[in-house]
């Protein structure tokens, strides 16, 4: 005789298909699962209870990643609740260079003031040769040179 989960087929005992239970001895059938329900790849099913909703599957996986998903947040708000607390990270001098304020504001005259060599320029500077019309820049290279 074939125990629970299995049927007598002919001349031996066969597993209950997938869908199908048994939950009595000495059979020659398998029942189908209720309409709607599944063992879900179970073999051998002993109990009408194997055949489950197959919302009692997805439910216990969608609260999973519901949970996982909460987690997520809660840290991540952590995290960014934290930085705000510690203010705007100041800028050194590694994160923003060397700033020459030369080259921030070109029309800044008063930058332009600060440098001695543009305040009192001499004749031969390489300033005062940049400024110079072109027609005297020849002049300026002539005395220049006697120099």
Known sequence: SCPVGYFHN?????????????????????????????????????????????????????????????????????????????????RTSETRGHNNPAYEDPMNTRVYEEIEELQFPSPHSHYQLLNTEPHTYAELRNSHSQA
Request: hydrophobic share 40%.
């Open 10 to 90: 002919t001349s031996e005992c066969q597993a209950c298909a997938v869908d199908h239970y048994q939950d009595k001895e000495a059979q020659t059938s398998c029942v189908p699962c209720p309409s709607g329900t599944s063992t879900f790849g179970e073999l051998a099913s002993r109990w009408q209870r194997n055949c489950k909703v197959a919302m009692a599957i997805v439910v216990p996986v969608i609260l999973i990643v519901a949970v996982a998903i909460f987690c997520i947040h809660v840290a991540l708000s952590h995290l960014f609740y934290r930085s705000s607390l510690r203010g705007p990270r100041r």
